[in-house]
T-cell receptor
Framework: ELKVEQNPLFLSMQEGKNYTIYCNYS?????LYWYRQDPGKSLESLFV?????AVKQEGRLMASLDTKARLSTLHITAAVHDLSATYFC???????????FGAGTRLFVKA | DGGITQSPKYLFRKEGQNVTLSCEQN?????MYWYRQDPGQGLRLIYY???????QKGDIAEGYSVSREKKESFPLTVTSAQKNPTAFYLC????????????FGDGTRLSIL
């Protein structure tokens, strides 16, 4: 059974600092997604990672995928307050369609 | 603009009552999904559908039912058998090939009266 674990679950950081969120999953998959959710809102797609070694960057966020280690990271560079949100990783099972979400990392960036 | 529309935004359920949450998409996506989100928690899959007239149970299907009579529509009924229905419900859709992310609606917040 596919399980997805994120850590940390809560992260409070100062503006300008760097940090990494980790996403581990339990079974083989080469399809991993990162989403952002603002409080009370829906989810917005950030990154799609489809192969081992994939790296995607958008602004201050960079995501990577290591399928051998079953690990994805979301790295935050020089955080700003606008990045405060909950970030979810989601892994698609090998049979497709059924996607399992991590519990989410609630990020708070202090000015 | 293409997207997913969920309605209503807020819904209240009385004891013993069934309620139906609407989800409509105009993205021409084959696959549609329903998730439940509890406060401070991740998303849990209730039901999903890959094609019209076919759907599968997710991890927490008990107390819920769905139908998929049209490609654009995937309504979720929360039955009286669901004893703890208070949650944020999110509908999503995606293509069935090409490994694209899911597109989400704005959600329905359901509470018990």
């Amino acid at each position: 059974e596919l399980k997805v674990e994120q850590n940390p679950l809560f992260l409070s950081m100062q503006e300008g600092k760097n940090y990494t969120i980790y996403c581990n999953y339990s079974t083989t998959s080469d399809r991993l997604y990162w989403y952002r959710q603002d409080p009370g809102k829906s989810l917005e797609s950030l990154f799609v990672l489809l192969s081992n070694g994939a790296v995607k960057q958008e602004g201050r966020l960079m995501a990577s995928l290591d399928t051998k280690a079953r690990l994805s990271t979301l790295h935050i560079t020089a955080a700003v307050h606008d990045l405060s949100a909950t970030y979810f990783c989601a892994v698609e099972g090998t049979r497709g369609f059924k996607t399992i979400f991590g519990a989410g990392t609630r990020l708070f960036v202090k000015a | 603009d293409g997207g997913i529309t969920q309605s209503p935004k807020y819904l209240f359920r009385k004891e013993g009552q069934n309620v139906t949450l609407s989800c409509e998409q105009n993205l021409n996506h084959d696959a549609m999904y329903w998730y439940r989100q509890d406060p401070g928690q991740g998303l849990r899959l209730i039901y999903y559908s890959q094609i019209v007239n076919d759907f599968q149970k997710g991890d927490i299907a008990e107390g819920y039912s769905v139908s998929r009579e049209k490609k654009e529509s995937f309504p979720l009924t929360v039955t009286s058998a669901q004893k703890n229905p208070t949650a944020f419900y999110l509908c999503a859709s995606s293509t069935t090939g090409g490994h694209q992310p899911q597109h989400f609606g704005d959600g329905t917040r359901l509470s018990i009266l």
